[in-house]
């Protein structure tokens, strides 16, 4: 299906996703939810429309009730929800969660979910960090084997929409040491059970993370995905899927804080001309400019490549990533020093880029684990 | 009594006066600054600034006479260092000891000095600062606030912007326009009190979450006359003078930290190290290090250059550019090592020190705007010390 998708596909869907996050979601809706400290963390009736247009399915087959877009598609949709730090569970549930379902689930996993995520009424976290940085294979939790299934225990962190999923996408390990690549299994299983606890974590982004954890949590077996002990396999590209998708949202955000801020060069004066006058700043933009290219060009190799199933698809979302984090640590902070005095202010927005941009950083790994995996995977 | 002698003089006293809850990483909130209304939030800060003003030692090398403690500035080094060994925090944060008091000890009047330096040191008066506007910033000559000569008095309006602490001040050294018809030629500097009438202030909240500067509006502030510093219009000279002493203060920020995180070196090996404290990402290692080195080398330069006779505009200039760019630098480093445990903003799931490590991280962005941007200091070092043409 993301093959078909034209050119002109794509300038439509970008269009619309544009218009659409900046007339439903524009940056003060954000401020207004994270101001009223909203329980939710983003706005259900923005979501549903979201879901309406056939956002929440974008990676999910036609037969299992999607539309089947690709990455490309979505990453579209994320750019452009960046740029209005839009939150929403396109990361949680479309991003992240469900393509475990979709490529591994077995028929009654995936009737019970698919068409539901699809449909915007279901949501599903994945419950898969343990550590503070992006650690993908450190997998303490353990899932122990027994008469009823598996008794879950352990704690998980930075659960993306983890206080409000209605699912749980589990990464726990039924085998082998704890860092160890072989050994993982993934479940799908009840937010509700016995023994799981869940905790809101308020994050510098005002978006929602929760912590997690399980003390003796009895779950069934037939809650597990794919093979016991092969969870890595299924995660590992679905994990790609979610960088390149974050680097799209990052690249979004990039952009408006630099159009935001190129504008500010514009009208600012002082000397008795526009600082955007002076070549010290100039260069600056200009550099970022190109830095914001790069990175462009990189997360739509990698959103490419991961509909084509490209043999180095991987290490393209390594670049995508770790260019994404560079890109965005130098806009957003350059967006603010540019500001002067009014960019330190809670009233400017560049200061919401400057938050939001390190946690998307972080997330599925920073330009360190990025630089670090694209070494290996190209055998240095 | 040698250096030797000083020091273990020091340490002793030190050990016996600096309470135990001096001793440890200090909240925001917890900083004493003074003032007419003073908060001790912590119940051991009373005690602990009292001890130190007693003994001169808020402002360790000003003479006696004014409150200070007359220490050489080899015997100022080795008290800081005895503080930084035992982790005491300063007693005593303030604007007048930072900038305005060593301006007015290099050229204020004996009648300026008995005035205003004592009860500084004693933090009886808490100042801020009155230079920028939002017209004038980088610009910070073109300030429009006019002070008008009525005959026995002054008449100041107009309005200031970023005036840290303003609400909490009871005192302002304030640039004002005397003279409407040059531009730096027309600047004086005067000094009144934040509580007359006409004065409103209103707080703004900054990325961090503080509400730490405001917007100062004066309207129709009436200023005795003899509160003007130096000579009537040539406020613009005094004013680099103070910015000198406030770019070197703002260098050191990083460096202490003002001991609200543990030191750098700490927090990288708690939050990337294993349990030694080893750090074995290469990556990590590499950043930290690196960061650890310009360290060093940014110390002795401080020492080396703070030390030299008059700090020329140009020194002061290059460390406050360097300090608060490796300062900003040295947050993000620590943000990395950090991942998700530093972007906490509230909340129980993360520890006291994650969440002003998150705080920290995004004031540490104003270092290189207040006190004059790095942009600014740039072109101070091209043009000061390097004459390079406009
Ligand atoms: C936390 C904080 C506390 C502060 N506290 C005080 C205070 O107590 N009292 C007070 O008076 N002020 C205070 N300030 C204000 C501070 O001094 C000004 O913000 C600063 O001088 C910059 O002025 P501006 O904000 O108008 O920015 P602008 O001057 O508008 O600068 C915007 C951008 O343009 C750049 N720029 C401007 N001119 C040039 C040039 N010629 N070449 C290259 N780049 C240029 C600047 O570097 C900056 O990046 C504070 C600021 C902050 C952030």
């Given at each position: 299906m993301a093959d078909q998708l034209t050119q002109q596909d794509h300038e439509l869907l970008r269009d619309t996703a544009a218009r659409f996050f900046g007339e439903r979601s524009p940056l003060g809706a954000m401020r207004q939810l994270r101001d009223e400290?909203?329980?939710?963390?983003?706005?259900?009736?923005?979501?549903?429309?979201?879901?309406?247009?056939?956002?929440?399915?974008?990676?999910?087959?036609?037969?299992?009730?999607?539309?089947d877009l690709g990455y490309r598609a979505l990453g579209t949709i994320l750019e452009q929800?960046?740029?209005?730090?839009?939150?929403?569970?396109?990361?949680?549930?479309?991003?992240?969660?469900?393509?475990?379902?979709?490529?591994?689930?077995?028929?009654?996993?995936?009737?019970?979910?698919?068409?539901?995520?699809?449909?915007?009424?279901?949501?599903?976290?994945?419950a898969h960090e343990e550590c503070p940085r992006h650690a993908p294979h450190r997998i303490a939790t353990r899932a122990v084997k027994n008469d009823d299934g598996y008794v879950i225990n352990g704690k998980k962190t930075f659960v993306l929409d983890g206080h409000v999923a209605d699912r749980l996408l589990l990464v726990a390990r039924t085998s082998c040491e704890d860092d160890q690549r072989e050994g993982i299994s993934l479940f799908l299983i009840d937010n509700a059970l016995p023994g799981i606890r869940i905790k809101r974590t308020r994050m510098v982004d005002s978006r929602n993370a929760a912590n997690i954890r399980f003390n003796n949590v009895q779950i069934p077996a037939g809650s597990i995905i794919g093979t016991v002990g092969g969870g890595a396999d299924i995660l590992d590209p679905v994990l790609d899927g979610a960088r390149a998708g974050v680097a799209a949202e990052m690249l979004g955000s990039g952009q408006e804080a630099f159009d935001i801020t190129v504008e500010y060069l514009k009208v600012r004066e002082q000397f008795g001309a526009p600082i955007g006058s002076f070549q010290a700043l100039k260069h600056r933009a200009a550099e970022m400019y190109c830095e914001i290219e790069l990175a462009r060009s990189a997360v739509y190799a990698a959103l490419d490549a991961l509909d084509q199933k490209a043999r180095d698809a991987a290490e393209l979302v390594c670049v995508a990533k770790a260019k994404a984090c560079d890109m965005l640590e130098l806009v957003s902070n350059e967006a603010v020093q540019m500001h002067g005095g009014i960019g330190m202010t809670d009233e400017a927005d560049v200061g919401l880029f400057l938050k939001r941009a390190r946690v998307a950083q972080q997330l599925y790994g920073d330009v360190v684990f990025h630089r670090q995996r694209f070494a290996d995977l190209i055998g240095l | 009594m040698t250096l030797?002698?000083?020091?273990?003089?020091?340490?002793?006293?030190?050990?016996?006066?600096?309470?135990?809850?001096?001793?440890?990483?200090?909240?925001?909130?917890?900083?004493v600054w003074g003032g007419k209304n003073p908060v001790f939030k912590h119940p051991e800060s009373k005690v602990w600034m009292e001890r130190m003003v007693e003994r001169g030692w808020t402002a360790p090398q000003w003479p006696r006479e004014y409150g200070g403690g007359g220490l050489s500035r080899a015997e100022a080094a080795i008290l800081t260092e005895e503080m930084n060994r035992i982790s005491a925090r300063p007693p005593l944060f303030s604007f007048g000891l930072g900038m305005l008091g060593p301006l007015l000890l290099d050229i204020g009047t004996q009648a300026e000095k008995e005035r205003y330096l004592a009860p500084i040191t004693r933090g009886e008066i808490r100042w801020c600062q009155g230079y920028s506007e939002p017209g004038a910033g980088s610009d910070l000559a073109g300030l429009q606030t006019r002070a008008e000569d009525k005959g026995d008095h002054?008449?100041?309006?107009?309005?200031?912007?970023?005036?840290?602490?303003?609400?909490?001040?009871?005192?302002?050294?304030?640039?004002v326009?005397?003279?409407?018809?040059?531009?730096?030629?027309?600047?004086?500097?005067?000094?009144?009190?934040?509580?007359?009438?006409?004065v409103e202030v209103r707080p703004i909240k900054l990325i961090s979450g503080a509400s730490a500067f405001c917007e100062t509006f004066f309207d129709n502030v009436k200023v005795p006359k003899d509160q003007l510093v130096g000579e009537v219009n040539g406020g613009w000279a005094i004013a680099k003078q103070l910015l000198a002493h406030e770019r070197a203060m703002i260098s050191q920020l990083g460096a202490r930290g003002g001991n609200r995180l543990p030191p750098f070196k700490d927090m990288a090996r708690r939050y990337a190290g294993d349990a030694n404290g080893r750090i074995a990402d290469p990556l990590l290692r590499d950043l930290v290090a690196r960061q650890l080195i310009n360290d060093r080398a940014f110390e002795s330069t401080s020492k080396r250059a703070i030390g030299s006779a008059d700090a020329a505009a140009g020194v002061a200039s290059m460390l406050?550019?360097?300090?608060?760019?490796?300062?900003?630098?040295?947050?993000?480093?620590?943000?990395?090592c950090a991942g998700y445990a530093g972007l906490g903003w509230e909340g129980e799931e993360f520890d006291d020190n994650d969440l002003v490590l998150c705080r920290s991280w995004l004031r540490s962005k104003g270092n290189s705007i207040e006190g004059g941007t790095s942009e600014v200091q740039l072109n101070v070092i091209a043009k000061r010390i390097l004459g390079l043409p406009d």
């Open positions: 400290q909203n329980e939710v963390g983003f706005d259900r009736e923005v979501w549903r429309e979201m879901s309406e247009m056939g956002w929440a399915g974008i990676l999910i087959d036609e037969a299992d009730g999607g539309v929800s960046g740029r209005t730090l839009t939150a929403s569970p396109l990361l949680s549930t479309v991003l992240s969660a469900t393509p475990i379902i979709s490529r591994a689930g077995n028929e009654a996993q995936r009737a019970d979910t698919l068409s539901a995520v699809a449909d915007g009424a279901l949501m599903i976290a994945l | 030797e002698d000083f020091r273990s003089e020091t340490r002793a006293w030190l050990e016996e006066n600096c309470p135990p809850g001096m001793r440890t990483p200090m909240p925001d909130d917890e900083r002054y008449l100041v309006n107009g309005q200031k912007v970023w005036t840290s602490y303003a609400h909490h001040a009871d005192w302002i050294f304030c640039l326009r005397t003279d409407t018809s040059v531009k730096h030629a027309g600047i004086s500097f005067l000094l009144f009190d934040m509580h007359s009438p006409g406050k550019y360097y300090g608060t760019e490796q300062n900003k630098r040295k947050m993000e480093v620590i943000m990395k």
